[in-house]
């Protein structure tokens, strides 16, 4: 997977698409990109393309004016404000047809990455914050708490629905990156249906190497708790060796791991085998060992529901200091050892 670290925001543009009104407002002039305005968009820019919940995409064959719009501009044949206007027109069409998708100010960057340029295209829903209001009432001084619906996602906040085109050319893998949540709770008639990926965007996501290492660790993971319940030597011994396989190869044959795991066990083979490939619908996994990488640096351990352990990968694996003793009857110790210092919390 191409993981960006290297982010420069070139040009940014705000427009407001309100279903209140019956046309969106449109920006005249691009932002100040101001000390504080750029760190805003940076990290708004920067959480997105790190977050988990990213996925590739192919602009699908019909033709769409999100893709015609955004390749124009990113081959240098138009304009980035023109665009970004004609962009923020477009979805507010959709918001009117729909007419259940929130109101928002849509951002559009130009930006460069170490992997060529991007456009980015960030919906930012409004969120409720409070302001206070100050009255004179008879001379004399009324202060209240009112609620405001137009505020922007702080930089810590999670955006919903975002999109970071890239120039299409024949060696790409992927024309885009998506990321396309529903807020819990919300049904599903009130963020439309997949409007942003299929009606606005015109794409079909698919699954990179992160989505496939990290359905890969979820689905084993199912399937020990649920076939090894009660026997933690057994659980021990698909997580270490699992883990131990992500992190040394590239690829994973899910039909070589049952054998090494449960070798004459051939009811636990078959089973493992079909749950794991009915899940990801695939016998071989490409690993992204970046991801691993962060994923294995903490190990988090839940005993017999009353004990949490928090570990380091590095102590995770020194005998002297955390060690895992199989007693032979379907259950493990696991020893801490030369605690020198600890405390309370």
């Known amino acids: 997977?191409?993981?960006?670290?290297?982010?420069?925001?070139?040009?940014?543009?705000?427009?407001?698409?309100?279903?209140?009104?019956?046309?969106?407002?449109?920006?005249?002039?691009?932002?100040?990109?101001?000390?504080?305005?750029?760190?805003?968009l940076y990290k708004h820019i920067q959480k997105n393309l790190a977050d988990e919940e990213l996925k590739y995409a192919l602009f699908n064959k019909e033709r769409n004016i999100v893709k015609d719009l955004s390749q124009e501009f990113l081959n240098g044949e138009n304009n980035f404000l023109e665009i970004s206007k004609e962009l923020a027109r477009q979805l507010f069409?959709?918001?009117?047809?729909?007419?259940?998708?929130?109101?928002?100010?849509?951002?559009?960057?130009?930006?460069?990455?170490?992997?060529?340029?991007?456009?980015?295209?960030?919906?930012?829903?409004?969120?409720?914050?409070?302001?206070?209001?100050?009255?004179?009432?008879?001379?004399?001084?009324?202060?209240?708490?009112?609620p405001q619906f137009t505020g922007l996602p702080t930089s810590g906040q999670r955006i919903q629905k975002c999109a970071f085109i890239k120039p299409i050319r024949e060696e790409n893998t992927f024309d885009l990156m998506v990321i396309d949540k529903v807020n819990k709770g919300s049904n599903n008639e009130e963020y439309g249906s997949n409007?942003?990926?299929?009606?606005?965007?015109?794409?079909?996501?698919?699954?990179?190497?992160?989505?496939?290492?990290?359905?890969?660790?979820n689905s084993a993971e199912k399937w020990t708790r649920v076939n090894l319940?009660?026997?933690?030597?057994?659980?021990?011994?698909?997580?270490?060796?699992?883990?131990?396989?992500?992190?040394?190869?590239?690829e994973i044959d899910v039909k070589e791991v049952a054998e090494e795991l449960f070798k004459n066990q051939n009811d636990a083979k078959e089973n493992f085998v079909n749950y794991l490939v009915e899940q990801g619908g695939s016998e071989k996994i490409s690993v992204d060992k970046e991801w691993i990488e962060k994923k294995f640096n903490r190990v988090r351990l839940k005993i017999d529901k009353d004990i949490d352990l928090?570990?380091?990968?590095?102590?995770?694996?020194?005998?002297?200091?955390?060690?895992?003793?199989?007693?032979?009857?379907?259950t493990i110790n696991m020893v801490i050892k030369h605690v020198s210092n600890y405390v309370e919390k």
């Open 1 to 40: 997977m191409e993981y960006i670290n290297d982010i420069t925001i070139n040009e940014a543009v705000i427009h407001i698409l309100d279903n209140n009104s019956d046309e969106p407002i449109l920006n005249e002039y691009t932002l100040d990109l101001n000390e504080e305005i750029y760190k805003f």
């Open 93 to 146: 069409i959709l918001m009117r047809s729909k007419g259940n998708i929130p109101s928002c100010d849509l951002v559009l960057a130009s930006i460069s990455t170490e992997y060529g340029p991007l456009l980015g295209i960030i919906k930012m829903d409004y969120t409720k914050n409070y302001v206070h209001t100050i009255e004179f009432i008879e001379n004399k001084i009324g202060i209240n708490i009112v």
């Open 195 to 217: 409007y942003f990926i299929a009606s606005y965007l015109g794409c079909t996501v698919f699954d990179n190497e992160r989505d496939m290492t990290k359905n890969f660790i």
């Open 229 to 250: 319940k009660e026997n933690a030597e057994a659980q021990e011994n698909v997580r270490s060796t699992l883990k131990k396989k992500l992190r040394e190869e590239e």
């Open 310 to 330: 928090y570990i380091n990968n590095e102590t995770y694996h020194d005998n002297s200091k955390f060690e895992i003793i199989r007693n032979g009857d379907g």
